[in-house]
């Protein structure tokens, strides 16, 4: 089995739907790949529940996800991705089910 490079808490720096002041607004945005091939994230008041998959995608490695969760208490899903650039970011999207997407980057937390 592969090491899965994903694994770790990621910082959301940015994304292209949501200013930083939302994505920060209930407590500091995160992805959080974990070694069970699950995971969760937050940002401004949507939180899920993901349960992923490394993909090669052109020869590189992708984590997919599915995912559940809440958006301001609202029950919410859908889906997303992300890979690792050559700086070390990452970078993905984030789908609801029959509504918004948006790209975001992260960083690796320490």
Known sequence: ???N?????WRIT????WDPEYVDEDEEGYIEFCKDNQGDFHFGYVSG???CEIETVEGKPRI???WVGTDEMDEA???GWAR???DGTLYG?????????SWFKAKRMK
């Open 84 to 86: 690792i650039e050559k």
């Open 77 to 79: 899903c859908g889906r």
């Open 14 to 17: 940015e994304m292209e739907q």
């Open 49 to 51: 529940s993901m349960d």
């Open 5 to 9: 490079i994903f694994i770790g808490k």
């Open 1 to 3: 089995m592969k090491k």
């Open 93 to 101: 999207k984030l789908a609801f089910h029959m509504g918004e997407r």
């Open 64 to 66: 997919e996800f599915s």
